[in-house]
DNA sequence: ATGCCGACAGGATGTCGA
């Protein structure tokens, strides 16, 4: 079984580059983040017609999460719990069911959190900390999990291209990553990093400033793993060359070969 | 020190992203 997480920024602008990057790297299971519209306004007949089905959590302007799965996706869950108040479209989770298990997956859209030292960064942390609560309960019932999508963290130096050009921002905060360890150490496993040990490995590079062109990029899409989850992995991947696609996302797809 | 670019809503330009 193949998933892979990628921040389309605009599913609407992003369906012709959705559609061809479907066709070729042909994931089973897809986590959207960004797609930006509301449910009733999901091209879902697009990816229906590519052999998938669609679960949509959706926001106008903002957010929005989806699913697509060429399996059926059941136990569908639009939202992290304890989120008394908070109306952002996050957070999706679903089962689905592989030729030699089942996977609970969620597609997850942490906040951005910038500026630091305002409600925004508050926010990104008491949301981190929901999902870590979350992400804790699910380890009791022992089976693969894969928590996929855009962390909006910078785990580490090597996971961008200046860190001193981070140090103020919210993605590169020690309570950021701090946040991020905190759900590993819960036994979650980055599934890249348990792949690939490289400096350099970007998965968004900002539309300014020419930062594609100088590969001034850094890695905050992550598929992080439960235990039986980082037991089926075989292969993890970023697919670098969508970014030099025709109207490209700032995200490029992050993929894992897991064997389910 | 800030904007750079891009998407969105709305119908100009401000907000948001990272």
Same mark, same amino acid.
């Given at each position: 079984m193949k998933i892979?997480?990628?921040n389309v920024n605009s599913i609407k602008v992003r369906l012709e580059a959705a559609t061809a990057w479907l066709k070729e790297a042909k994931p089973d299971v897809v986590a959207l983040q960004e797609i930006k519209c509301m449910d009733e306004n999901f091209p879902a007949e697009a990816f229906e017609a590519l052999g998938y089905n669609c679960a949509v959590h959706?926001?106008?302007?903002?957010?929005? !999460?989806?699913?697509?799965s060429k399996l059926p996706l059941e136990d569908v869950t639009p939202r992290l719990p304890s989120g008394d108040g908070d109306d952002h479209s996050r957070y999706l989770e679903a089962v689905v069911t592989g030729a030699k298990g089942t996977l609970r997956i969620a597609?997850?859209?942490?906040?951005?959190?910038?500026p630091v030292g305002t409600e925004k960064f508050t926010y990104k942390l008491s949301w981190l900390e929901r999902l870590g609560g979350h992400a804790k309960g699910l380890l009791k019932n =022992? =089976? &693969?999990v894969a928590l996929i999508g855009d962390y909006n963290i910078i785990p580490e130096d090597r996971d961008c291209y200046d860190p001193k050009a981070w140090l103020g921002d919210a993605l590169f905060q020690p309570q950021s990553k701090a946040a991020? %360890?905190?759900? =590993?150490?819960?036994?979650?496993?980055?599934?890249? %990093?348990?792949r690939n040990q490289a400096a350099g490995q970007y998965t968004f590079w900002d539309y300014q400033a020419g930062a594609w062109r100088k590969n001034h990029g850094i890695r905050i899409d992550h598929i992080l793993l439960s235990p039986q989850g980082l037991d089926r992995l075989k292969d993890c991947g970023i697919d670098k060359h969508v970014r030099e696609g025709?109207? &490209?996302?700032?995200? !490029? &797809? !992050?993929w894992a070969e897991l064997d389910l």
């Open positions: 892979a997480t990628w959706g926001q106008k302007t903002y957010n929005g !999460v989806a699913l697509l597609s997850i859209y942490a906040p951005n959190g910038n =022992e =089976e &693969p991020l %360890r905190t759900i =590993e150490n819960l036994g979650y496993t980055d599934a890249f %990093r348990a025709d109207k &490209p996302s700032d995200h !490029v &797809p !992050v």
